[in-house]
């Protein structure tokens, strides 16, 4: 035993010392005073108080902030979570909105213009390296029939080459079986016009024929499927051949058929 006393003598000591002042420090409070001893055994005691809780509260520190952290985080989860949710939201309401103004042109153009229409939706379409066709999702039993015309407010879209009892297949003007009677809207100028897949030419067009990048092309009423006077395309290049005696002219549709959505099947 006073070899283990020798051995820790100094820690011995101070716990000695710290039990004598805190001995003294417990009679003057009981005795109601408090000497020249306040102050040195008090600091003492707040030293050894400090080192004993100091981890203590580092330790409580640090699990309150782990679970502020963990709250903090889940709100941030959650707050993503509805921003997300209103993202969604707003896409849908905006996709309505842009809905509702195509269906708007289309009531609105349809009363403008005296024959009896079917409106009609894109639900299908089939584009390969010979046809370009589209199905709408009305047919024999809505009053569609075979080669009625096809259109929207921007202009011609083809004419119906199938009909089944609730769908049919509409042949686009770009579609290589496709051909319909058009004119210059400038000058009046007629030729036919025919599908090259993803544009349009005019067939057999004299070498001497008025027709200029720019002019737009209707239709001249002479096939006996579209009505007169609407827009079909707009043409892009004009090519005249000194050893031939018709010129190319090419065109592009009036209508974009990759944005297609809705269109009207007129009635004969």
């Not at 035993?1 to 004598?20: C, G, Q, V």
């Not at 963990?70 to 909105?97: A, M």
């Not at 031939?244 to 990759?258: D, R, W, Y």
Request: hydrophobic share 40%.
């Amino acid at each position: 035993m006073p070899e283990f006393i020798l051995k820790h003598k100094r820690s011995f000591i101070l716990f000695l010392l710290f039990m004598i002042l805190f001995w003294l420090v417990t009679v003057q409070v009981k005795a109601g005073r408090l000497t020249f001893m306040e102050k040195p055994v008090l600091s003492i005691s707040g030293f050894f108080e400090r080192v004993i809780t100091g981890p203590f509260r580092f330790a409580e520190s640090v699990v309150n902030g782990y679970f502020f952290l963990v709250r903090t985080e889940r709100e941030n989860g959650r707050l993503k979570q509805e921003v997300e949710e209103l993202k969604l939201e707003t896409s849908i309401t905006d996709e309505l909105l842009i809905e509702n103004e195509r269906l708007r042109d289309l009531l609105g153009f349809k009363k403008q213009h005296p024959p009896e229409s079917i409106m009609a939706q894109v639900i299908a379409k089939e584009s390969s390296p010979s046809s370009r066709t589209v199905t709408i999702n009305k047919g024999a039993d809505d009053g569609v029939e075979k080669d009625m015309a096809v259109i929207t407010p921007a202009g011609v879209v083809g004419r119906v080459q199938t009909v089944l009892s609730g769908t049919a297949k509409v042949i686009l003007l770009t579609d290589p079986g496709s051909t319909l009677a058009v004119r210059v809207q400038r000058n009046r100028e007629e030729g036919l016009l025919e599908g090259k897949i993803s544009t349009c030419a005019l067939k057999y067009v004299s070498y001497y024929a008025d027709i200029q990048e720019g002019d737009l092309l209707i239709t001249s009423g002479l096939d006996g499927i579209y009505p007169k006077g609407l827009p079909v395309a707009t043409v892009t290049k004009v090519t005249k051949h000194e050893a031939s005696a018709f010129q190319t002219v090419l065109a592009k549709p009036a209508v974009g058929f990759s944005r297609l959505e809705e269109a009207l099947v007129l009635r004969k």
